[in-house]
């Protein structure tokens, strides 16, 4: 099982991205999915989660700015983020219960710039 995350890139304060991350390989079943970040000097914290059915969860810094979606057929999930502070500059990566068990995919940077 593999995870592939795509999207991150450099952007202003006040802009937005899209991340995604597709999962691959032999999976018979995703539970949660979701998107982690770590700062420079930080620890690795969450960023958002979606369950199989659609029920999301935020980091306070994040509630009302990103937005966690899925799509289950094609074992993908999507992290849009608006009003992008130079504070969410991180590594994102992305995070799936599959198959009964943690996978991680490689991280994506995003870069917002003041």
């Known amino acids: 099982v593999q995870l592939q995350a795509y999207g991150g890139g450099l952007v202003q304060t006040g802009g937005s991205l899209r991340l995604s991350c597709a999962a691959s390989g032999s999976i018979f079943s995703i539970n949660v999915m979701g998107w982690y970040r770590q700062a420079p000097g930080k620890q690795r914290e969450l960023v958002a989660t979606?369950?199989?059915?659609?029920?999301?969860d935020y980091a306070d810094s994040v509630k009302g700015r990103f937005t966690i979606s899925r799509d289950n057929a094609k074992n993908t999930v999507y992290l849009q983020m608006n009003s992008l502070e130079p504070e969410d500059t991180a590594v994102y990566y992305c995070w799936g219960l599959i198959n009964g068990g943690p996978y991680w995919g490689r991280g994506t940077q995003v870069t917002v710039s003041s």
């Open positions: 979606i369950t199989h059915r659609g029920t999301t």
